[in-house]
């Protein structure tokens, strides 16, 4: 059975190191948040200029003021800070980020990725995602596998404008858990119910599938 969204988040809520500082992409990214595991302490950093994000808000926390990159309602933890945008971007190409999760539209076996535009269609801008990705912070990518179309988003090379070059580490999709190696994508975890062939068959990159792939895990 393949993974909603709130699964792909609890999966990778599970990669969160104590002490790190994570920038979450707009999309299945944000909702990470509500799904840090107990004992992990994690400081979330939004480009548009806080530090210190919380889970989504109830009903009754919601404040118009404090939004995310993806202009969605948050909370704030206590010792967050709020700043402008540049001191934001500061922190980011600085260095000071040690794990970005972002969506993705298409994602190779080399580790590129492309998600900020598709030729043809209005955009309204990059983002941060540009800076993120250069920051040399690891990157995980949570996106869907594949397209409304059925047409895989794991390819042996992106089609659409790249975003990076090389700097995909892990990718968590509906089906899967794959990991980018100097030696291609590998095949860590598969989705509850979900075959490994069915994962093959899905992902039109080239993908090496060791002897032993476990069924995902999440956090609660």
Known sequence: MALTREQIAQRIALELKDGDYVNLGI???????NYIPKGINVILQSE?????????????EVDPDLINAGKETVTTLPGSSIFSSSQSFAMIRGGHMDLTIMGAMEVDEVGNIANWIIPGKMVKGMGGAMDLVASGSRLIVAMQHVSKNGESKVLPQCNLPLTGVKVVKKIVTELAVIDVTEQGLVLREHAPGVSVDNIVKATAAKLTVPKVVTEMRFSV
Do not use: D, R, S
């Open 27 to 33: 999309g299945i990214p944000t909702l990470v948040a």
């Open 48 to 60: 548009n200029g806080l530090l210190g994000v919380g889970p989504y808000p109830t009903e009754k």
